[in-house]
């Protein structure tokens, strides 16, 4: 049987590095807050936010939430950016997406100043991740994928890594992270051809197509590392990408949905807050 690598212990080790951190950042008379953006009332989003929240205020935090209706205008949710981006006493900024279709989600997103982007969506900081620079931050489940991974010791220099998956919010980032660590990536997706060929030459697969079931024992070889990203609804249960019985049963290790990579995000939320008020407010 396999080993499961559960995401709580990697988050609980995150949060007891940045509670002293956040302390330290409160004596100098700054408190970390987050600014948070919802439209509209959508649950999954709901959710995330009360996730980020709770994140927050165990670390020593604060989560201001501006929420406005589904309809707002573009002017108005941009106005809001603006004023986030102004405000001294915010130093990061999660907007929930996806936002209402008539919205330009890019456009919104590129509005907000990669200094306070803490989940990776302005072109700054993607743009950072793929050339190596320190602008903003990786998405944070990519950064999660990462941080799993370092937390139970699975080394990457030289290891092939098969990720399924191609989005900007975990595939191609995730890959240039996983480069960056002299892992040797392939980028694949759910069309590419002889898909379960790809993956049982992997030592590390990384499913984040957003396919439930889509990885089965016809993907899987012994010995290999599962980390399934995958976050979806059927029947009305919580599942992956990966069809976790049939991998349990072959592969080394493997990370479970729920309670996988997603335990970790909000960790790396936080983090990504502590790290952007300490550049903004203990310079050098």
């Given at each position: 049987?396999?080993?499961?690598?559960?995401?709580?212990?990697?988050s609980?080790?995150?949060?007891?590095?940045?509670?002293?951190?956040?302390?330290?950042?409160?004596?100098?008379?700054?408190?970390p807050?987050?600014?948070i953006?919802?439209?509209g009332?959508?649950?999954?989003?709901?959710?995330?936010?009360h996730?980020?929240?709770r994140?927050?205020?165990?670390?020593?935090?604060?989560?201001?939430?501006?929420v406005?209706?589904?309809?707002?205008?573009?002017?108005?949710?941009?106005?809001l950016?603006?004023?986030?981006?102004?405000?001294?006493?915010?130093?990061?900024?999660?907007?929930?997406?996806?936002?209402?279709?008539?919205?330009?989600?890019?456009?919104?997103?590129a509005?907000?100043?990669?200094?306070?982007?803490?989940d990776?969506?302005?072109?700054?900081?993607?743009?950072?991740?793929?050339?190596?620079?320190?602008?903003?931050?990786?998405p944070?489940?990519?950064?999660?994928?990462?941080?799993?991974?370092?937390?139970?010791?699975?080394?990457?220099?030289?290891?092939?890594?098969?990720?399924?998956?191609?989005?900007?919010?975990?595939?191609?980032?995730?890959?240039m992270?996983?480069?960056?660590?002299d892992?040797?990536v392939?980028?694949?997706?759910?069309?590419?051809?002889d898909?379960?060929?790809l993956?049982?030459?992997?030592?590390?697969?990384?499913?984040?197509?957003?396919s439930p079931?889509l990885?089965?024992?016809?993907?899987?070889?012994?010995?290999?590392?599962?980390?399934?990203?995958?976050?979806?609804?059927?029947?009305?249960?919580?599942?992956?990408?990966?069809?976790?019985?049939e991998?349990?049963?072959?592969?080394?290790?493997?990370?479970?949905?729920?309670?996988g990579?997603g335990?970790?995000?909000?960790?790396?939320?936080?983090?990504?807050?502590?790290d952007?008020?300490e550049?903004t407010?203990l310079?050098?």
């Open positions: 049987m396999a080993e499961i690598l559960t995401g709580a212990p990697v609980e080790a995150m949060i007891r590095s940045l509670i002293p951190r956040a302390e330290k950042l409160r004596i100098g008379g700054v408190t807050r987050l600014a953006i919802r439209l009332e959508v649950g999954s989003q709901l959710a995330y936010q996730s980020a929240q994140m927050m205020a165990r670390i020593g935090a604060e989560a201001e939430c501006f406005l209706a589904e309809s707002c205008p573009k002017a108005e949710l941009l106005a950016v603006e004023e986030i981006n102004r405000r001294r006493d915010i130093q990061g900024c999660m907007i929930l997406r996806p936002l209402p279709s008539p919205l330009d989600e890019q456009a919104v997103c509005a907000l100043v990669p200094e306070k982007d803490v990776g969506v302005t072109p700054a900081s993607l743009g950072a991740v793929f050339t190596g620079r320190s602008v903003g931050y990786p944070c489940t990519a950064q999660a994928c990462i941080e799993l991974l370092e937390h139970y010791g699975i080394g990457l220099t030289g290891k092939h890594v098969v990720l399924i998956g191609r989005s900007l919010v975990v595939g191609r980032p995730l890959s992270l996983l480069q960056a660590r892992a040797t392939t980028l694949c997706h759910s069309r590419s051809r898909l379960p060929g993956c049982q030459r992997a030592d590390i697969l990384v499913a984040a197509a957003g079931g990885i089965g024992k016809e993907h899987l070889s012994p010995g290999q590392t599962v980390i399934d990203v995958g976050i979806n609804t059927v029947r009305g249960r919580l599942c992956g990408d990966v069809r976790f019985d991998a349990e049963a072959i592969v080394q290790r493997i990370s479970p949905v729920p309670g990579v335990a970790v995000t909000t960790a790396v939320l936080a983090k990504h807050l502590i952007a008020a550049k407010a310079p050098g």
